[in-house]
Protein backbone atom coordinates (compact mmCIF):
# COMPACT_ATOMS: atom_id res chain seq x y z
CA UNK A 1 0.00 0.00 0.00
CA UNK A 2 1.54 3.27 -0.81
CA UNK A 3 0.33 6.20 0.22
CA UNK A 4 0.73 9.77 -1.17
CA UNK A 5 1.17 12.81 1.29
CA UNK A 6 2.49 15.82 -0.44
CA UNK A 7 5.59 15.07 -2.46
CA UNK A 8 6.58 12.34 -0.01
CA UNK A 9 5.46 8.68 -0.50
CA UNK A 10 5.60 6.21 2.03
CA UNK A 11 5.41 2.50 1.49
CA UNK A 12 4.43 0.98 4.84
CA UNK A 13 4.62 -2.41 3.66
CA UNK A 14 8.26 -2.03 3.71
CA UNK A 15 8.48 0.18 6.67
CA UNK A 16 6.94 -3.12 8.43
CA UNK A 17 9.36 -5.30 7.13
CA UNK A 18 11.94 -3.37 7.84
CA UNK A 19 10.46 -2.97 11.55
CA UNK A 20 10.13 -6.87 11.64
CA UNK A 21 13.56 -7.44 10.33
CA UNK A 22 15.18 -5.15 13.24
CA UNK A 23 13.28 -6.22 16.21
CA UNK A 24 13.84 -9.99 14.96
CA UNK A 25 17.54 -8.89 15.08
CA UNK A 26 17.76 -7.06 18.15
CA UNK A 27 15.46 -10.39 19.79
CA UNK A 28 18.76 -12.68 18.35
CA UNK A 29 21.45 -10.21 19.63
CA UNK A 30 19.21 -10.32 23.00
CA UNK A 31 19.14 -14.13 23.18
CA UNK A 32 23.21 -14.77 22.58
CA UNK A 33 23.18 -12.45 24.52
CA UNK A 34 21.24 -14.15 27.43
CA UNK A 35 23.20 -17.67 26.39
CA UNK A 36 26.45 -16.39 26.74
CA UNK A 37 26.11 -14.98 30.37
CA UNK A 38 23.92 -17.71 31.63
CA UNK A 39 27.08 -19.95 30.35
CA UNK A 40 29.62 -17.61 32.16
CA UNK A 41 27.64 -17.16 35.14
CA UNK A 42 27.31 -21.28 35.01
CA UNK A 43 30.97 -21.40 35.16
CA UNK A 44 31.75 -18.68 37.96
CA UNK A 45 29.22 -20.44 40.04
CA UNK A 46 30.87 -23.87 39.19
CA UNK A 47 34.01 -22.17 40.04
CA UNK A 48 32.95 -20.48 43.47
CA UNK A 49 31.09 -23.98 44.43
CA UNK A 50 34.38 -25.77 44.09
CA UNK A 51 36.89 -23.54 45.67
CA UNK A 52 33.66 -23.48 48.55
CA UNK A 53 34.48 -27.50 48.71
CA UNK A 54 38.22 -27.41 48.97
CA UNK A 55 37.95 -24.51 51.40
CA UNK A 56 35.60 -26.75 53.65
CA UNK A 57 37.46 -29.92 52.67
CA UNK A 58 41.19 -28.34 53.85
CA UNK A 59 39.35 -26.77 56.97
CA UNK A 60 38.16 -30.07 57.85
CA UNK A 61 41.33 -31.84 57.21
CA UNK A 62 43.05 -28.94 59.32
CA UNK A 63 41.04 -30.22 62.42
CA UNK A 64 41.36 -33.45 61.58
CA UNK A 65 45.46 -33.35 62.14
CA UNK A 66 44.99 -32.72 65.72
CA UNK A 67 44.76 -36.23 65.97
CA UNK A 68 47.72 -38.91 65.55
CA UNK A 69 49.41 -41.75 66.57
CA UNK A 70 53.19 -41.64 67.06
CA UNK A 71 56.19 -43.96 67.56
CA UNK A 72 57.38 -42.72 70.92
CA UNK A 73 59.94 -45.78 72.05
CA UNK A 74 60.84 -49.14 70.74
CA UNK A 75 61.94 -51.71 72.88
CA UNK A 76 63.29 -55.29 72.22
CA UNK A 77 60.69 -56.68 70.16
CA UNK A 78 58.39 -54.45 70.86
CA UNK A 79 57.11 -50.62 69.63
CA UNK A 80 55.16 -47.68 72.15
CA UNK A 81 52.37 -46.24 69.52
CA UNK A 82 50.62 -43.21 71.49
CA UNK A 83 47.53 -42.02 69.86
CA UNK A 84 46.72 -38.32 71.16
CA UNK A 85 43.46 -35.83 70.67
CA UNK A 86 45.10 -32.51 71.07
CA UNK A 87 42.28 -31.07 69.41
CA UNK A 88 39.11 -29.37 71.00
CA UNK A 89 36.29 -32.21 70.33
CA UNK A 90 36.24 -35.61 71.02
CA UNK A 91 36.92 -37.87 67.99
CA UNK A 92 34.95 -41.57 68.38
CA UNK A 93 35.79 -45.49 67.31
CA UNK A 94 39.42 -44.35 67.44
CA UNK A 95 41.34 -47.85 65.95
CA UNK A 96 45.01 -48.24 65.69
CA UNK A 97 47.14 -50.20 63.86
CA UNK A 98 50.49 -51.52 62.16
CA UNK A 99 50.58 -50.17 58.37
CA UNK A 100 52.71 -53.72 58.17
CA UNK A 101 50.73 -55.50 60.45
CA UNK A 102 52.28 -56.03 63.69
CA UNK A 103 51.01 -57.17 66.36
CA UNK A 104 49.17 -54.98 69.36
CA UNK A 105 49.75 -56.70 72.57
CA UNK A 106 48.52 -54.26 75.06
CA UNK A 107 46.85 -50.87 76.16
CA UNK A 108 47.55 -47.96 78.61
CA UNK A 109 43.68 -48.07 79.87
CA UNK A 110 43.78 -51.66 80.24
CA UNK A 111 41.53 -52.22 77.63
CA UNK A 112 41.70 -55.47 75.20
CA UNK A 113 43.91 -54.44 72.52
CA UNK A 114 41.75 -55.32 69.62
CA UNK A 115 38.80 -53.37 71.32
CA UNK A 116 38.22 -49.43 69.77
CA UNK A 117 38.63 -46.05 72.08
CA UNK A 118 35.07 -45.35 72.02
CA UNK A 119 35.58 -41.70 72.47
CA UNK A 120 39.27 -39.93 73.02
CA UNK A 121 38.28 -36.71 74.57
CA UNK A 122 40.50 -33.51 73.37
CA UNK A 123 43.42 -33.77 75.46
CA UNK A 124 43.53 -37.00 75.86
CA UNK A 125 46.31 -39.80 74.79
CA UNK A 126 46.31 -43.70 75.14
CA UNK A 127 49.17 -45.47 74.58
CA UNK A 128 49.65 -49.29 72.56
CA UNK A 129 52.58 -51.19 72.63
CA UNK A 130 53.10 -53.51 69.51
CA UNK A 131 55.18 -56.94 69.17
CA UNK A 132 57.62 -55.94 66.32
CA UNK A 133 57.74 -58.16 63.73
CA UNK A 134 61.03 -60.34 62.61
CA UNK A 135 63.84 -58.61 61.35
CA UNK A 136 61.97 -55.28 61.41
CA UNK A 137 64.54 -52.72 62.75
CA UNK A 138 61.80 -49.84 63.13
CA UNK A 139 58.67 -50.12 63.81
CA UNK A 140 56.37 -49.15 60.73
CA UNK A 141 54.22 -46.27 60.97
CA UNK A 142 50.88 -46.51 62.97
CA UNK A 143 47.65 -46.33 61.49
CA UNK A 144 45.10 -43.93 63.06
CA UNK A 145 41.33 -44.28 62.01
CA UNK A 146 38.92 -42.18 63.59
CA UNK A 147 35.65 -40.68 63.20
CA UNK A 148 35.21 -36.82 63.73
CA UNK A 149 32.30 -35.05 65.52
CA UNK A 150 30.37 -34.55 62.28
CA UNK A 151 30.50 -38.59 61.90
CA UNK A 152 33.30 -38.00 58.93
CA UNK A 153 35.89 -41.30 59.22
CA UNK A 154 39.65 -40.04 58.98
CA UNK A 155 42.72 -42.60 58.48
CA UNK A 156 45.90 -40.71 58.88
CA UNK A 157 49.33 -43.41 58.74
CA UNK A 158 52.35 -41.83 60.71
CA UNK A 159 52.89 -38.18 60.37
CA UNK A 160 51.10 -38.07 56.45
CA UNK A 161 48.23 -35.91 56.47
CA UNK A 162 44.69 -37.53 57.54
CA UNK A 163 42.86 -38.90 54.47
CA UNK A 164 39.30 -39.01 54.55
CA UNK A 165 37.32 -41.90 54.42
CA UNK A 166 33.47 -43.49 53.33
CA UNK A 167 31.89 -45.93 54.74
CA UNK A 168 32.74 -48.18 58.06
CA UNK A 169 35.22 -50.43 59.04
CA UNK A 170 33.05 -52.86 58.63
CA UNK A 171 32.59 -52.24 54.51
CA UNK A 172 36.51 -52.98 53.44
CA UNK A 173 37.16 -55.87 52.42
Known amino acids: MVCEQGDAVVD ?3 FTGWA ?3 GSLASAGALVTAAVTLRSEGKRWRADRNREAEQRQAAEQG ?4 VSAVTESHGVGSALVVAANDGEQPVFNVRVSSARGARLISRSDNRPPEDVIRRLNPQERVSFTFEMLPGEE ?3 RPV ?3 FDMEGRRWRRSGFGPPQ ?4 WWDDET
Open 63 to 66: LASF
Open 12 to 14: WVA
Open 138 to 140: DFS
Open 144 to 146: IDY
Open 164 to 167: RCLG
Open 20 to 22: TAA
